[in-house]
Nanobody, 123 residues
Framework: VQLQASGGGLVQAGGSLRLSCEAS????????IGWFRQAPGKERDFVAA????????YYADSVKGRFVISRNNARNTVYLQMNSLKSEDTAVYCC?????????????????WGQGTLVTVSS
């Protein structure tokens, strides 16, 4: 499975951005697609995850109510709509894919990773 993340950029606080994660290859083996982020000098954190069926969706508390994860299976693409952005959302955002259910928040459980896309929120 190959993953291609895009959509990052510079946005003012309170603004919105939509990230995309396009999957290719053996997408039939994917159970979850997750988004993680890593701010400068910090560890990588879980942001959101969605099952390939779309039935299961999870968010980190820090983004709940502001971010929305969705998928378009026809396009093999998962989106992360980010609203009401704050300066603390500034980070490199990566998408990842895992085979099995459970542990959607643990980066060590993900099998494939895309490259990151930088999101910078100016205050």
């Amino acid at each position: 499975v190959q993953l291609q993340a895009s959509g990052g950029g510079l946005v003012q606080a309170g603004g919105s951005l939509r990230l995309s994660c396009e999957a290719s290859g053996r997408t039939d083996t994917v159970y979850y697609i997750g988004w993680f982020r890593q701010a400068p000098g910090k560890e990588r954190d879980f942001v959101a995850a969605i099952s390939w069926s779309g039935r299961n969706i999870y968010y980190a508390d820090s983004v709940k109510g502001r971010f929305v994860i969705s998928r378009n299976n026809a396009r093999n693409t998962v989106y992360l709509q980010m609203n009401s952005l704050k300066s603390e959302d500034t980070a490199v955002y990566c998408c990842a894919a895992k085979y099995f259910s459970g542990d959607y928040y643990r980066e060590s459980r993900y099998n494939y990773w895309g490259q990151g896309t930088l999101v910078t929120v100016s205050s």
